[in-house]
């Protein structure tokens, strides 16, 4: 019994060997293909990485030319605004006859027709 399974793993190891050296040579391509395509990645990374760095260099030199804020604050935007100005003047028109009193002010026209 035990030359039996002796002998049944023996085989079955000739077997393993022989699958493992078949999927070796069946993958090796693409394998190579994986290798190719990880090294291309690699650089474009690496290029992307010291377009980044040349990038924030040239920012720092240039803040004139920083993208611009995606938000603002009203209180902070009217703050630089006032002295360009003079100042606000705010006050009430009295007179009846200067105000708007609910006429209609036709929209822009964007080219596009969206309905009624």
Do not use: C, N, Y
Request: cysteine-free.
């Amino acid at each position: 019994m035990r030359r039996s399974w002796a002998r049944e793993a023996e085989v079955w190891d000739r077997r393993v060997a022989a699958a493992e050296q078949a999927f070796d040579q069946l993958a090796r391509p693409e394998v190579a293909r994986l290798d190719e395509t990880i090294r291309s990645l690699e650089g474009d990374r690496k290029s992307l990485v010291q377009a980044q760095t040349e990038r924030d260099r040239w920012l720092e030199q240039h803040p004139e030319a920083a993208p611009p804020q995606t938000s603002f604050d009203l209180d902070d935007l009217l703050d630089r605004l006032r002295p360009a100005a003079g100042g606000w003047e705010v006050g009430r028109d009295v007179d009846p006859v200067g105000m708007d009193r609910g006429a209609e002010v036709a929209a822009p026209d964007l080219g596009i027709d969206i309905g009624p």
